[in-house]
């Protein structure tokens, strides 16, 4: 046997396992009769580095896939990246700007070609990180939403969605970045609460005897934090229940600065509280106000043009060209001069920024192409209603309807260069061509029905989201229906995202998949939280609070940090980053690190001293424990037959083997109905809590002693409950678990053997409540040494009574062993007890302290356990406190009264006796 190091390492264990997992990978087999069970990854940007959001998901995304597959699942992990139309675009042009070029310089064909040579050189990073993270992912599957399969399936769904009249030409308002020159989708945007000031102006009202007079009648006041956008108004509204302005409702007021005059509408969208009640309509600049607009058929000019400047005729010759904020400073100077400026006030607005060139957006109007998305929504929400799509934390079931129920219409083109062009084309008059769904893949000016026309194709290329959208079944064939992959692994199973991106790409993959393959994409959606710093503040660059995953991987080891992820992945709470959870990680991992070497020593002892026999000979349970230690030439027996076998055989168990094995058949189910609930944090929690107290901390220390003997009985629950241990936790921690488990003898790696099924023949309640008895004894010796000062080594003789007591005494080797004590028939002279149901232990006073000193000290504790009590309760009467003191610390006050508590009654129990 290789004898294990001292310590585990991680950077000498987890390169070797990840280099074996991507050279040799998880590849599944579309021909085989198991049942599938498909995961794709939600594309990183090819752009993209790994953040701590990808760590998370993927870490929950390998957990379930190695969970199924060794559950005996046909697990496919499909992997890939996502072209990020703006976020590549940035990068190359602003390489090409440091030549002193730009993409205009090159032209279209040469500037792409430039692009996939970016993307042939740095494109791949993030999915190198992702295979140091150790996911066992399909890498001959590996996608790209540029691959050509890919682009085909987006040509394919365009020209089904515009014959079918869903894809459309119009006019409506978008997100314009003036930087980029482009529009964006609502993720390409960062909202941000901004300083800024809330203007009220003065409309003057039209006399109806004088429509010439000017504001003779009065004025209705308008609030606005966008005065510059005044010359593009086009009426006033209120609501049509705000009886402050019911009697003005058709009158006409006057624009300031202009000799405009507009009228005055009733809207329900109006809301009565913000401002003054009343609403500007701009319906070129503003989404509500285009809404509205609609409604009430008004113009819709624009006064704003693509750089951000004010232009146009409406717009007064003095602010033409001006840049838009600095017009909003030069138009509030004029109001003020005019006397129509009432008032200005400090205002916070949330306003759009350009997430890639931090440009703040400008709503406007132009004409783009659109989808109506509300006829696939509705097909969502059929399917929803007939639960063909779960989602884990249920409480977002709700959110994901209400998107889809008051859904708009989806602004699908991009005035970029990089990304998948519109197949579509104009004649000289402007008319639309678009490919005959009979022949998609053909380009109408290739088509012969269309030689005599002058057609040229549309610049624009398509929203990023408009490719992975198709993700879950593009990458699987689509739309070739007849692809092996498609028949066998789509519909995929499970899809774990964040719940940041439920409407941008969640329930856009649920509209597409109902609409183009007639099924739902995935059964089941799991949501995680968005990934925050140690305050609860979002990550950002600016804020300079972001955390380099792979640094974490560097310090902890990536098991120790994928315990952390799964550990804080709660009910799709936001996860605030705890450094404490990844020290817990790596401690974890050598807890089972030595554990597993003590076992191994031990297996080693027992074959040297001849008590495994020889090589060939021996029963069955010799031969699975010498399989650790001897050369071998194929796997041994499962640790559940080993279990079984010496189950049978209960002369050769210890009550501290019958408990671990009863209380792992236990474990073992609950861990199971946890990851099959998706609650990948319970699993590892569950899992924490078992190897570290009750295999490590309880059972290892109670079968010292059988182990000293050579017990076979022992050797075998050992080694079959640390291979069963290794097998629950590998899906979490792959990487030191799948060591340990070639450690002990198996040559086909961890990955691929059977999940351990919850096994009631395991079950041994008599064993449970008995070793329950000795740990309560244990305890209680513990805490008695305690109070008595005395160290956990010192030896302490103890007495007991009670019913419980004669299993103590029955197996009182274990209870003398692990808390350092030695049981005696009786004590003399005055004693201290610890009760625990049916048991108590007794220590003496006499001989072990000075009897009057400590109580002294014990009296002086129970005043400033008193003190530290009122000091709680103090902080937490305190309205003001409780407000503005962060959760997690008034719940520490909160369990330091409850802690306290309990040790003022425990002490003054304990003095009472005197």
């Known amino acids: 046997m290789n004898e294990l190091p001292k310590s585990f390492d991680p950077a000498q264990t987890e390169p070797k396992w990840a280099e074996r997992w991507f050279r040799e990978p998880f590849r599944a087999d579309a021909s085989s009769s198991k049942p599938p069970f498909t995961i794709v990854i939600p594309p990183p940007n090819v752009t993209g580095n790994l953040h701590l959001g990808h ?9 379930l896939i190695r969970y199924k597959r060794m559950q005996g699942f046909e697990a496919l992990y499909l992997p890939g990246t996502d072209h990020a139309g703006i976020s590549t675009q940035v990068v190359v042009e602003k390489q090409l700007r440091q030549e002193g070029q730009s993409r205009f310089d090159l ?6 070609e430039r692009v996939w040579d970016w993307k042939a050189q740095s494109g791949g990073v993030i999915l190198e990180q992702l295979r140091r993270l ?16 890919l682009s085909r399936a987006v040509r394919h769904q365009f020209v089904k969605l515009y014959h079918d009249g869903l894809a459309y030409r119009g006019e409506r308002i978008v997100n314009w970045d003036p930087a980029s020159q482009t529009t964006l989708s609502e993720l390409e945007i960062d909202r941000e609460e901004r300083a800024g000031q809330m203007s009220t102006l003065s409309y003057k009202l039209m006399d109806d005897a004088t429509p010439a007079s000017n ?6 006041r308008i609030a606005t934090v966008r005065p510059e956008t005044i010359f593009a108004d086009q009426a006033i509204a209120v ?11 058709g009158l006409k007021a006057r624009i300031p600065l202009t000799k405009r005059w507009i009228p005055i509408i009733a809207d329900e969208a109006v809301e009565m509280e913000f401002g003054v009640g009343a609403l500007k309509i701009t319906p070129a600049h503003d989404p509500t106000d285009f809404e509205i607009g609609e409604r009430h058929g008004l113009s819709r000019p624009s006064v704003i043009d693509l750089q951000g400047n004010l232009s146009g005729e409406l717009v007064p010759e003095e602010f033409r060209g001006l840049e838009r904020f600095a017009a909003r400073k030069a138009v509030v100077r004029a109001l003020e001069a005019s006397g129509d400026l009432i008032e200005q006030k400090d205002h916070k607005t949330a306003i759009g920024i350009s997430e890639r060139t931090k440009v703040p957006v400008e709503p406007i109007i ?20 007939a639960g063909e799509i779960k989602l884990t934390p249920e409480r977002y079931a709700k959110v994901n309807r209400d998107w889809l129920e008051n859904i708009r219409d989806w602004n699908i083109s991009r005035q970029l ?11 000289e008059e402007g008319n639309i061509y678009v490919p005959d769904p009979a022949t998609p893949d053909l380009d109408c000016d290739a088509d012969p029905r269309y030689a005599h026309l002058n057609l040229r194709r549309d610049p624009d290329v398509f929203d990023t989201w408009f490719s992975s959208n198709l993700w879950p079944f593009s990458t699987l064939g689509w739309p070739d229906l007849d692809s092996e992959d498609f028949q066998k692994f789509y519909p995929t199973q499970v899809l774990v995202t964040g719940y940041d991106i439920l409407f941008f790409w969640v329930a856009r993959m649920q509209m597409a998949g109902y609409a183009l393959t007639e099924q739902a994409p995935f059964s089941q959606v799991m949501l995680h939280g968005l990934y925050l710093d140690e305050k609860g503040q979002k990550m950002s660059k600016s804020k300079g609070n972001g955390i380099d995953p792979l640094g974490l991987f560097d310090e902890y080891g990536v098991d120790a940090s994928r315990f952390a992820f799964a550990f804080l992945s709660t009910g799709g709470q936001d996860i605030r980053h705890d450094p404490r959870r990844f020290e817990q990680g790596r401690n974890f991992a050598n807890k089972l690190w030595n554990a597993a070497r003590f076992a191994m020593m031990n297996f080693q002892k027992a074959d040297e001293a001849g008590l495994l026999g020889e090589s060939g000979s021996g029963d069955v349970l010799t031969r699975y424990v010498r399989h650790a230690v001897r050369e071998r030439m194929g796997d041994p027996i499962r640790s559940r037959d080993a279990l079984h076998l010496v189950k049978e055989q209960p002369d050769l168990l210890t009550l501290a083997d019958r408990w671990i094995i009863s209380r792992l058949g236990t474990v ?7 990851l099959d609930a998706l609650d990948i944090g319970a699993a590892i929690r569950t899992l924490y809590s078992f190897t570290w107290d009750e295999f490590c901390d309880w059972y290892i220390e109670a079968a010292k002693p059988a182990l000293a003997q050579g017990r076979l009985g022992t050797l075998v629950t050992v080694k079959a409950v640390l291979e069963h241990i290794l097998k629950l936790l590998h899906p979490v921690m792959p990487f030191i678990t799948s060591e340990l488990y070639a450690s002990l003898g198996h040559r086909r790696q961890l990955a691929v053997h059977t999940w351990p099924q919850p096994d009631d023949a395991l079950n041994d309640a008599e064993a449970d409540r008995a070793f329950d008895i000795l740990r309560a004894a244990v305890s209680a010796a513990r805490s008695l040494k305690n109070e008595l000062g005395l160290s956990p080594q010192e030896r302490l003789n103890i007495a007991l009574e009670g019913d419980s007591a004669a299993i103590v005494w029955e197996h009182r080797a274990v209870v003398e062993g692990i808390a350092r004590v030695t049981l005696v028939e009786t004590l003399e002279g005055r004693t201290l007890s610890a009760v625990e149901p049916g048991l108590s232990v007794l220590a003496p006073l006499e001989g072990t302290v000075d009897i009057a000193d400590w109580l002294g000290k014990q009296r002086k504790r129970l005043t400033e356990i008193g003190k530290q009590i009122a000091q709680a309760q103090g902080k937490l009467g305190n309205a003001g406190f409780v407000a503005r003191a962060p959760a997690e610390v008034v719940e520490e006050e909160q369990r330091r009264v409850v802690d306290f508590s309990a040790q003022k009654e425990r002490l003054e129990a304990v003095l009472a006796q005197f």
């Open 107 to 112: 032209g279209r064909d040469a500037f792409l």
């Open 134 to 149: 150790g996911v066992s992912a399909d890498w001959t599957r590996e996608r790209f939403t540029m691959d050509d399969l």
């Open 668 to 674: 073992t189910r609950e861990v199971s109905a946890h």
């Open 417 to 427: 260069w990089w990304g998948h062009q519109i197949p579509a084309w104009y004649d």
């Open 215 to 220: 504001g003779d009648a009065g004025e209705i």
């Open 239 to 249: 609501h049509p229940s705000d009886e402050r302005f019911s009697h003005l409702i």
């Open 55 to 63: 760590a998370l998901d993927n870490t929950l995304i390998d957990t």
């Open 366 to 385: 132009s004409t783009q192409w659109f989808v109506n998305m509300k006829p696939m929504a509705a097909q969502v929400l059929a399917g929803l209603d």
